[in-house]
């Protein structure tokens, strides 16, 4: 191989060679962007990590706010646990005071029956009174009254000395007077029973 030749071949491969280094500077530029995309995509990611270490440290602080929250909660449900079997203790001991009270209002339930049924009785002995004091006593009251004035004055004919007729008259009215009051309290009885 003369010089000649060897050169030609070394200027074919310089050519090659060269047209492989253009193609890998196309490469490389294309490789640049890709980079320049790639260090887009860290400064964002960074970004984007210092946001999430940011949100990191707020939601670590909302947690430790919680978990004291949850202690807190924990602390209140001892306390309206306790109060709840104090509760349920107290219902437990007006259930048996209700049962007791339920006998006494059934006790005082028979006790107003029979009162009802003795102020029916009061109420009939009453009436009883009432009509044999106006029938019998007072219609009885005024024969005596009556004939009495008769032989006061048949007395006063008589003996004229012992006039003492107005004097009868006074015990007469006295005696009208004390059945009238008796009348009046027969009503205020027969009043307070109805």
Do not use: W
């Amino acid at each position: 191989m003369t010089d000649s030749e060897k050169l030609d071949l070394l200027l074919a491969e310089i050519r090659g060679t060269k047209d492989e280094v253009q193609s890998m500077k196309k490469d490389i530029r294309i490789l640049k962007d890709d980079m320049k995309e790639v260090k887009e995509d860290v400064r964002s990611l960074k970004d984007d990590v210092c946001t999430l270490k940011g949100e990191m440290k707020e939601i670590k602080e909302d947690i430790r706010i919680l978990k004291e929250d949850v202690h807190t909660l924990k602390g209140e449900m001892k306390e309206v646990k306790e109060d709840v079997r104090i509760l349920k203790e107290d219902v437990h001991t007006l259930k048996g005071e209700m049962k007791e009270v339920k006998e006494d209002i059934r006790i005082l339930k028979e006790d107003v029956r029979i009162l009802k049924e003795d102020v029916q009785l009061l109420k009939k002995k009453v009436t009883c009174i009432e009509l044999h004091l106006e029938n019998s006593t007072d219609h009885n009251i005024q024969l005596i009254a009556e004939n009495f004035i008769d032989l006061t004055n048949k007395l006063n004919q008589a003996i004229p000395a012992a006039d003492n007729n107005r004097m009868y008259e006074v015990k007469v009215n006295y005696l009208i007077e004390e059945v009238k009051k008796l009348a009046d309290e027969v009503s205020k009885i027969k009043e307070k029973t109805a």
